[in-house]
């Protein structure tokens, strides 16, 4: 009977140690039999690059941005089975052309024209970080842009800019978008924006101490809180649509080319009240952008700054930046991000290279 028992053992055994070395067999595979993983890029994501040119965080411009990541600024990354883009973009750092704020965003290669335009350009996007720091007094502090439309002839002033903006200790933050006017003459310093809220308030709410903050909008957006944006140009007709899954979908339109500040009298009291006391009182041409070639700007904008408030108190924001030292900036929350699912964009028959600005702005 031991006998038995005895080989019994002996054959589990080796039948064991062979199911053993079987496995590990059929574990190790030649370098060529490896599973190699794929990187995905934002351009597998959004398939729309060869469109755009894209300009880092640090300053740099990466040109088109197909099969191309940067870690730092601009990358794919999946949440929860769903790829999204990625644009990141310090508080202070390198900065683009003559722009005061370090910004990862997309330009669009080719310019249209407002009076003969039909182009769109559509996005869904969260917010995911705004700096948590700057002065509460200065408008600017705590935002960031997430769209634009940008004029790449003339003063090259922005028609369009939406912004993200959260205060900190808030849980819901504000959507507004910004018309700036296309100064009339050849002097731009006394151009102005004026902001209309989507979602929570305007650029014109702020606190009011360095570190005191107006009451939280109750019909805000989160961080992290999906919404898309929709921007439509036909016929010189700005048209602008704001959905979101817990938010009433809104809808606004503005004339491009045909101006509504061409007077004193035509300045809106917001405008009164944060612009004209530091001397940005200027008047628009009564063509507004007519004649002006127009293009579309995607993704990360930051317009907070390290700048002092006392050089413009609606976009000198004091904030942290670290001298300018990127990993810290990271490491205490002083950046703006922004996350893209997916985006669209269709283009005039018209268009033509943008490469004139560019150049002008390497």
Known sequence: ???KVITSAVVLIFVSLALVLNSCKNDTKTPSEKEVLKTVYASDVIPFFDQWKLILGDGSNAGVATNFENKDFFYAENEQSRDWVVFKAPNGGDTHGTSNNTRT????????????????????????????TGDARVAASYSVVIGQIHSADGHENEPLKIFYKKFPGHTKGSVFWHY???????????????STAVWGDDFSVVGTEENTYPKEPTDGIALGEEFSYKIEVKDGIMNLTFTSQEHETK???????????????D???????????????????????????????????NQTNGK???????????????????????????????????ANISVSAD????DGYFAKND
């Open 105 to 132: 965003e997309l330009a669009q290669a080719k310019k249209w024209y407002p009076k003969t335009a039909n182009d769109k350009l559509s996005a869904t996007l969260k917010v995911m970080n705004v700096s948590a």
């Open 251 to 265: 809808t606004f339109s503005k004339n491009l080319i045909e101006s509504e500040y061409t007077t004193t009298a």
């Open 180 to 194: 700036e006017i296309n100064t009339a003459g050849d002097d731009n310093s006394g151009r102005w924006d004026y």
């Open 267 to 301: 300045i809106p009291n917001q405008t009164q009240k944060l612009f004209v006391p530091i001397g940005q009182d200027g008047l628009e041409r009564k063509i507004a952008y007519a004649g002006e070639g127009c293009f579309f700007k995607l993704g990360c904008y």
């Open 351 to 354: 268009a033509v290279s943008n």
């Open 308 to 342: 002092s408030p006392e050089i413009n108190k609606n976009w000198c924001s004091g904030a942290e930046t670290h001298g300018g030292n990127i990993p810290k900036q990271y490491a205490d929350g002083n950046y703006a991000e922004v996350w893209f699912k997916t």
């Open 1 to 3: 009977m031991y006998k």
